[in-house]
């Protein structure tokens, strides 16, 4: 395999995150993970099992079936020579992929982007999307390639599935062998043309997690009272690995309609047969970062809260969970509630009309609402 460079970050500045690089690849801004084109190239020291990099194992969810962020940004934020109003959406999957091994995305899966138009930012998400846009694999063939298929499906159930260009060539994943030369698939919806990349590119998420959850424990009193570490010596325990990565370039006249939208709400999941049953059923969710990995504590939480959201109840299990979590990080019973319904149901609200960012700008609720980009410190932010 291609030992590929990685592009070296800028020096961390506070807390547990790290702001990594992303650079524009011939106008759509490619910051698949990390680096934009920079794969992770070492490896590093053993991860810890945790965060929604790793929200949980169990015996009927592989890691190819594991999300682990999503972002949604406008792409001129990220690249101000574009002029557009084009939305940035990524889908990191597979936690933990070791530097130069080629790992692929499920055959038997169905990884959905779901994305609603949003009348109101102040208002509660409605967890209702507009438009799901759904992607299927194939097995990968001899060129470690997998084809895919994309089911753009509407409010109304109405599907249109799309696997060729407009130019008729096969949808295709970027192996790691052609990783400096991603394959960027023009992909024609009702509505308009999407650009659709898929392949492994550098985890850009920094989280000293292992030292996390001994603080998380020793505040719920299941261990020893500790202190986080400082910036110059946190540990980042997705450094030299990658992700396999969806990123889509989506006009904002598409997602319109034939509204003047200039909100959505966006969330992420995964469906895939249950082995024991062959039905499929949601294997996995995600939003907004730092909720189940930082706030829910047991497997079962993590089962639960991935099969209910984004929905405006939360089983009473999971909300305890939660609100124990947050009363032990100092929050008061008011703020601790007022956090809780901040964040269900688990959706990423973007209002278009301001800078993108996460946390750059709170609705009434005290939800964010301007997406959240690659260099974006969430932990520290949240």
Same mark, same amino acid.
């Given at each position: ?7 070296? %970050? ?24 990390? *680096?934009?084109?920079?794969?992770? *190239? ?24 594991? $999300? ?11 690249? %101000? ?14 936690? #933990? ?21 949003? +009348?109101? @930012?102040? =208002? ?6 507009? /438009? ?9 063939? !001899? +060129? ?5 298929? @994309? ?5 109304? =159930? ?5 696997? #060729? ?17 991603? !394959? &960027?698939?023009?992909?024609?919806? %009702? ?51 990658? @992700?396999?990565?969806? @990123?889509? !370039? ?27 049953? =062959? ?15 930082? $706030? ?9 809260? +991935? ?19 947050? &009363? ?8 601790? +509630?007022? /956090? ?31 997406? #959240? ?10």
């Amino acid at each position: 395999m291609v030992n590929l460079p990685k592009i070296k %970050p800028p020096k961390r500045s506070t807390g547990w995150m790290r702001i990594k690089k992303s650079i524009a690849v011939g106008g759509f801004a490619l910051l698949i993970s990390a *680096s934009a084109l920079a794969l992770a *190239s070492t490896l590093q020291p053993p991860p810890t099992q945790a965060s929604d990099h790793d929200d949980g194992d169990i015996d009927t969810r592989s890691r190819a079936l594991s $999300l682990t962020d999503l972002y949604v940004f406008r792409e001129r934020d990220q690249n %101000p020579s574009v002029t557009s109003d084009d939305l940035i959406f990524v889908m990191n999957t597979n936690p #933990r992929s070791l530097a130069r091994l080629q790992y692929f995305f499920s055959s038997q899966a169905q990884y959905d982007f779901n994305i609603a138009r949003v +009348n109101n @930012v102040n =208002g509660v998400p409605t967890a209702v999307p507009d /438009l799901t846009l759904r992607f299927t694999f194939t097995a990968p063939d !001899r +060129n470690m390639r997998q084809r895919f298929t @994309v089911t753009a499906i509407d409010r109304q =159930g109405r599907t249109t599935a799309v696997s #060729r260009t407009p130019q008729g060539q096969a949808l295709v994943t970027t192996p790691l062998r052609s990783a400096t030369s991603p !394959r &960027l698939n023009q992909v024609r919806v %009702p509505g308009g043309v999407i650009t659709a990349f898929a392949g492994l590119r550098e985890d850009p998420f920094f989280f000293d997690v292992e030292q996390f959850f001994r603080v998380r424990a020793g505040l719920l009193g299941i261990g020893p009272s500790v202190g986080f570490r400082p910036p110059e010596t946190a540990i980042d325990f997705a450094s030299g690995y990658n @992700v396999n990565s969806i @990123v889509l !370039r989506i006009p904002r006249r598409l997602l319109q309609a034939e509204t003047n939208a200039t909100a959505f709400d966006a969330w992420l999941s995964i469906a895939s047969p249950d082995p024991r049953t =062959g039905r499929l059923m949601k294997m996995e969710q995600i939003a907004r970062p730092g909720i189940n990995e930082a $706030l829910i504590t047991n497997q079962r939480n993590y089962a639960l809260f +991935n099969q209910t959201q984004p929905s405006r109840t939360v089983p009473t299990a999971v909300a305890n969970d939660a609100k124990r979590t947050l &009363l032990a990080l100092g929050n008061s019973e008011a703020r601790a +509630n007022a /956090l809780l319904g901040a964040f269900i149901p688990d959706v990423m609200r973007i209002d278009t009309t301001g800078t993108s960012g996460f946390a750059n700008a709170l609705n009434t609720l005290g939800a964010p609402i301007r997406g #959240r980009m690659l260099k974006d410190d969430v932990v520290d932010i949240a």
